[in-house]
């Protein structure tokens, strides 16, 4: 009795003392598209740094992986990786119709697809997850790509589950019940400017995109729900498939609507997490480059010119790299320029300094950084946001070219077409926006309002994995409409019961004044007949009478 009422004092201080325990997750990062994993590994990294056990399963290479992550490759070859690469890059274009209709099309190639995520789960390293009795997950968190199939392995395993997608609450919302509000929040691939309310046109659009998506998930969740069957049809330990995204406790979206927009009604379920990629505080820069950084003038600074991983040096024209060193050899400013093939520079300069790895996060963080040359990738993009740097962009291929125009259009910077770069173009694009203010002023005011949140987007990710660990999952989060027919959750049968009540009286009243009509209109009838009849008697009586 004492030992008990000792215990539990005790045991509370240890969990409020230790905060979050350590808890085992299982990240399913399976998606095809680099720019997501690198979503997700920023979160799974993040997760591990503080004492979590994490697992992931991915498809593609991880870009980083935290030396305490265990992980599970579930092979894929490059050849393939690449030519899906090319296929979700296509669908991520920004041109709005186009991309609806693109996607519809893409349905046919995407069966190896579907194949992909099929091999996951038939797996014999995925399988030992569950089929060994000591593994313990407390929380699965799905890296949303098209494959809610794989949900099936939180079910399996019975952990609560997240789902992370790496966009913005759009279509993938309504799972949790979030509503669509298609008249005023654009559907994705739709662009709205800022400020501005949807015209009749725009609202067209509008409506024809969003039921694109939805017929385009509709199909993919019928494919899904194939599979499902294939694999678990004869266990009867499996929910329906339609139920499986059910028990879904929250969703964590790549993205702030505050800053980013668009202003839109989310249910408590959507979590925002946009910039997760992106350190809450800076590491300290490698000595080199610090003392680069630090000759720079306070008037002139310093610019990072960084054409991504996938634009190898050897794939940029000799001729295009000559030009670049030509302007950029004379600029007053310093350069940090990254570079492959350190043997073979472009060239010698006192301004130039040649790194073949970057920790190009923390040197966007550095003050004396005021332009960053960038191909536009997803995540240059978003660090030089949050540390309110303006961009050149010289986007090549994939979704390079719809994230600069994004960019140019929010004003933070300029687009040059990187095949066809002129040394007078280049200088004067470099010039303009270091000049003007405009650019400057436009990113450091987005990025103020970025940042602006009560919880860092590190802190909302350990903070709400927390919450769906402690109270074993989230049911009391969800929205009702997730338990809802399609018919109830519009109040559609009610919508039809009021218009049947409606007709009915309609139509009783209708008899109802057709019968009283009858009866007063043959009233009058009998009474001229009656009359008529007396008549007739009258005349006969005195006819009889005579
Ligand atoms: C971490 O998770 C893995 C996978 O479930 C498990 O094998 C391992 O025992 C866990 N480690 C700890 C310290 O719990
Ligand atoms: C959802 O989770 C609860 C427990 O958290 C469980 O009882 C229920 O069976 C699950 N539903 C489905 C469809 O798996």
Known sequence: ????????????????????????????????????????????????????????????????????????????????????????????????????????????????LFAKMEDVLRHQRVKDLYEHSDNHFDLVILGYFMNSLQLSLAHKLKAPQIVALSNPPAMLGTVLGNPSEISYVPAMNVVVEKGQTMTICKRFENLLAFVGHWIFTLLIEQNNDNIYKDLYGDDPSMPRYEDLHKNISLIFFASHGISEGPIRPNVPGVIEIGGIQ????????????????????????????????????????????????????????????????????????????????LPQDDILAHPKIKLFITHAGKGGVTEAQYHGKPMLALPVFGDQPGNADAMVSQGFGLSLNLLALEEQTFREAILGIMENPKYNQAVKAFSSLYRDRPLSARQTLLYWVDYVIRHHGAPHLQSPVVHMSFIAAHNLDIYAILLALLYISFWISKRLL?????????????????SHLKHKNKKLKKHKNQ
């Open 1 to 112: 009795m004492a030992v008990q009422s000792l215990g539990i004092p005790l045991l509370l201080l240890a969990v409020l003392a230790g905060g979050g325990q350590s808890a085992n997750i299982l990240g399913l990062f399976t998606s095809l598209s680099p720019s997501h994993l690198v979503i997700q590994m920023s979160m799974a990294k993040i997760l591990a740094e503080s004492e979590h056990n994490v697992t992931v399963v991915t498809a593609l290479k991880p870009p980083l992986l935290h030396p305490s992550i265990n992980h599970i490759q579930v092979p894929l070859d490059e050849a393939d990786g690449k030519s899906f690469g090319a296929l979700v890059a296509g669908m991520a274009k920004r041109d709005t119709g186009n991309a609806v209709i693109s996607m519809l099309l893409a349905m046919g190639s995407m069966k190896p």
């Open 514 to 530: 057709s019968v009283i009509w009858r009866k007063l209109s043959s009233k009058g009838d009998t009474k001229k007949k009656s």
């Open 278 to 357: 992106v350190k809450d505080k800076p590491d300290p820069l490698p000595k080199d480059i610090a003392d680069f950084l630090n000759g720079a003038t306070e008037s002139h600074g310093a610019i990072l010119l960084s054409l991504g991983s996938n634009v190898k040096a050897a794939h940029i024209k000799p001729d295009t790299v000559q030009k670049m060193f030509n302007v950029i050899s004379k600029l007053k400013q310093k350069v940090i320029w990254k570079w492959d093939d350190l043997e073979n520079t472009p060239g010698i300069s006192e301004n130039i300094l040649y790194a073949k790895w």
